[in-house]
């Protein structure tokens, strides 16, 4: 049944931050990625209004024309490589939120992770990737930073290169039925959403903790490209102000940003408690030098090695990790109040 304009724009209005117009046209990839990101933070969701006729006419293609082209390779796109960066980062920070207590987890949950974000938007429209290859680059990377929540992004970057080197158009298949589809859509949100519900409302002190040090350590990345922190910080900010426009206010004033400064003394907080229990970890006093630091990090390193401790395996592997994270927490650049507004 031939897709129409008219109702396509209808249910993009209605429900397109949930993926209702993708649901539509038969695009189930699209529909899940708008479902766990709310179409792209709203922004896919407004730049796509221009794409909907063609999404319409490619669903409206008959299967011959499909089956043509599945000999070819799909052309190199740079927005669907950066858009694999960021959801693979996106789904690598969920996991980190809501499954890092598992163990090995940055051996399996998080290569896993930001595998499968990179894997769905490589499956939007009629493009797909190669399910091992992506996924064998996203495990081969991850012990480059075992036990750094860093490690996101080599294992991103990893996964989309390979994704895109091994792009190609999606088989024709039969149509399958609203029900199956939905079935299928409605497990993979449950897989995506159960863990972090299950951790915010079982488990809520820790996973605030884990939510401000998770969004800590992604606005640590950027200290050391001081330029991209007044980017990073527009772009963290501009659904407020869009919202802002909406609602008919668009002054900006030091009054408006009540919300984002306060976000940013809960991070800061949990940063300075953070850099405290560092300190007591090492046995460092607080202020310590960066070689005093370094040097008692190396010490504690070949007495906790998991290969030093067979006998007490477990034991030493929870106080290695905890000396790596605490050498990493005292290791950035401690950053002035107010340098992130």
């Keep these: 049944m031939a897709k129409g304009l008219l109702v396509t724009y209808a249910l993009w209005a209605v429900g397109g ?15 899940l990625l ?48 950066v858009a694999q960066m960021i959801v693979g980062i996106y789904f690598g920070l969920v996991a980190l939120i809501s499954l890092s207590f598992m163990a090995n987890f940055y051996i399996v949950g998080l290569p896993l992770a930001v595998g499968l974000g990179v894997l769905l938007v490589a499956a939007v429209g009629n493009q797909t990737s190669d399910f091992k290859n992506t996924l064998g680059a996203a495990f081969l990377t991850s012990p480059l930073f075992y036990g750094r929540p860093i490690a996101i992004l080599p294992i991103s970057l990893a996964a989309s290169i390979t994704a895109q080197k091994h792009r190609r158009y999606k088989a024709s298949v039969g149509s399958e039925t609203l029900s199956v589809r939905l079935y299928r859509l409605g497990l993979a949100y449950l897989a995506f959403t159960g863990p972090l519900a299950y ?13 401000a040090e998770t969004l800590g350590s992604f606005l640590s990345w950027f200290s050391f490209f001081p330029l991209l922190g007044p980017l990073t910080e527009s772009f963290l900010l501009l659904p407020y ?16 940003f009540r919300e984002w400064e306060k976000l940013y003394e809960f991070v800061s907080s949990f940063h300075e408690e953070n850099r405290q229990r560092a300190y007591q970890v090492l046995s460092l006093s607080e202020g310590a030098t960066n070689e005093e630091i370094h040097q008692r990090y190396r010490q504690l390193v070949k007495i906790w090695h998991p ?16 000396i790596q994270a605490a050498y990493e927490v005292l290791s950035q650049p401690r950053k002035p109040r107010g340098s992130w507004r």
Aim: with cysteine.
């Design 34 to 81: 708008w479902m766990l990101t709310l179409g792209g933070g709203g922004l896919g969701w407004l730049w796509e209004f221009w794409k909907l006729p063609s999404f319409v006419a490619q669903a409206n293609r008959t299967e011959g024309q499909r089956q043509s082209s599945g000999g070819r390779t799909p052309p190199l796109s740079l927005i669907r490589f």
């Design 241 to 256: 102000r869009v919202w802002r426009l909406l609602v008919g206010d668009p002054g900006f004033s030091s009054g408006y």
């Design 307 to 322: 290969d030093h401790n067979r006998h007490r395996t477990e034991e030493a592997q929870r106080h290695f990790l905890e």
């Design 199 to 211: 951790s915010a409302f079982c488990n809520t002190a820790a996973t605030l903790s884990y939510v």
């Design 17 to 31: 931050p949930a993926g209702l117009h993708h649901l539509y046209l038969g695009r189930d990839s699209h529909a």
